[in-house]
């Protein structure tokens, strides 16, 4: 068997990304990730979804124990979607990323994590009790205290806030490899 360096491992990773459906790719180091505390606070006021999911605040890990698991962590793939019109697909971020995870762990990576975007989308009514859906269910970066803002910037992507529901959004995930 071949070993790869982790640069061409990357660089595949980027590659499958993008035959799966992401719009956008790129390897950031982990440490480039930025919590803050803050976000949570936007998920629960400002976020109809707050409580309602097992990804969502506040069953998704506190801004303060995200930057532990981070520490575990030495690269990332960031990974844009842009929506198609006329309506956007929310699980095809999560599909992605996902699927990604598991190809990244079967290339031998096997503690890759996936973070999606918004809220999961596998069911009308969350089970508060128990996910049916723990091999799909990721949580949003956004729930985690990531400030997906600061760094899509930091990563070199354009990222602007909308200012009308007409307005196109790009979406972000985020897959954790050590």
């Known amino acids: 068997m071949m070993i790869l360096s982790m640069e061409e491992d990357l660089n595949r990773f980027c590659q499958l990304a993008l035959k799966f459906g992401a719009s956008g790719a790129k390897p950031i180091k982990a440490e480039d990730i930025i919590v803050g505390n803050w ?8 976020c109809g979804g707050y409580g309602k999911r097992l990804t969502c605040p506040p069953y998704s890990p506190m801004p303060k124990e995200f930057k532990k698991v981070l520490k575990g962590y030495e690269w990332a793939i960031l990974l844009r ?10 699980k095809s971020p999560h599909e992605v990323v996902v699927k990604l995870e598991r190809e990244v762990f079967l290339s ?39 400030d997906v803002y600061a760094t ?18 790009t979406y972000f995930s985020l897959l954790l490899i050590r």
């Open 39 to 46: 976000v949570r606070l936007k998920c629960q006021y400002g």
């Open 81 to 90: 979607f842009e929506p198609k019109e006329p309506e956007y697909d929310w």
């Open 108 to 146: 031998g990576y096997y503690s890759a994590f996936g973070l999606a975007c918004g809220p999961c989308p596998y069911c009308d009514e969350c089970n508060l009790k128990e996910c049916v859906h723990p091999d799909l269910a990721r949580p949003s970066m956004e729930a985690c205290g990531i």
């Open 152 to 169: 899509v910037r930091r990563a070199g992507f354009n990222l602007r806030v909308l200012k009308s529901r007409y307005e196109k959004p």
